[in-house]
């Protein structure tokens, strides 16, 4: 598959506590993407960080970006329920017939329980 | 300012017909790319339109086509639906282009093929 991998595909955690989800990538990249979608409507975008950029924050969101195990983690701190989404982790991929590519990975289902 | 508009939401067709479906882009944004979600094969990129040039395409076979209008709005096309089409297709627009950075999604046209 040329999609990046998630982990863990499902996480479920009470509100104020904080959620970390993972992406792996396969190919190198030029910025790597994170998203949201609430069940069945349009992504969001939360945050983007490009590939000379190890860490990045935005409000309660917190980026971190390895390309030498060419993975990247997002948290979310002090987390509501209406955190409750699935996130996807996006890569503008270099190479492999990738170049010009979104390449989107499965994604991580999160629930906050109130 | 408006976000951007997918038409129609849903729809149901069946094996063998075809379908067309537009996504009008935030104002001032060139780049129109689109997607297709289902459960099993996760969010994949189709292709991007950028100034009515197609910049690039996923791996996906012929039957799926698009094009853009010289206002930037973009239509796709399906044409010999197959079961397996029966998705959420998902449009993004952007100023720049995918690699530039963060998309701004439509509500998305869930298609169902019977």
């Known amino acids: 598959s040329q999609q990046g991998e998630e982990d863990p595909q499902a996480l479920s955690i009470q509100e104020g506590e904080n959620a970390t989800m993972n992406c792996s990538y396969k190919?190198?990249?030029?910025?790597l993407q994170w998203y949201r979608q609430n069940s069945g409507r349009g992504l969001v975008h939360l945050i983007l960080?490009?590939?000379?950029?190890r860490e990045k924050h935005s409000g309660r969101l917190r980026v971190t970006l390895d390309t030498s195990k060419k993975s990247s983690s997002l948290l979310i701190t002090a987390s509501r329920a209406a955190d409750t989404a699935s996130y996807f982790c996006?890569?503008?991929?270099?190479?492999?017939?990738?170049?010009?590519?979104?390449?989107f990975g499965q994604g991580t289902t999160l629930q906050v329980k109130p | 300012k408006a976000g951007v508009t997918q038409t129609p939401r849903y729809l149901i067709k069946t094996r063998g017909q075809q379908v067309t479906l537009s996504c009008s882009p935030i104002?001032?944004?060139?780049?129109v790319s689109w997607y297709q979600q289902t459960p099993g094969q996760g969010l994949q990129f189709l292709f991007e339109?950028?100034?009515?040039?197609?910049?690039n395409k996923g791996n996906f076979p012929g039957r799926f086509s698009g094009r853009q209008f010289s206002n930037s709005r973009s239509e796709m096309n399906v044409s010999t639906l197959e079961l397996g089409d029966s998705a959420l297709y998902l449009c993004?627009?952007?100023?720049?282009?995918?690699?530039?950075?963060?998309?701004?999604f439509g509500e998305g046209s869930r298609l169902t093929v019977l």
């Open positions: 104002s001032g944004h060139r780049s």
């Open positions: 993004a627009s952007t100023k720049s282009g995918i690699r530039t950075g963060e998309l701004f």
């Open positions: 339109y950028f100034s009515e040039t197609q910049r």
């Open positions: 960080i490009r590939s000379n950029e």
């Open positions: 190919t190198s990249i030029n910025n």
């Open positions: 996006a890569t503008d991929a270099i190479g492999s017939g990738n170049t010009g590519k979104l390449i």
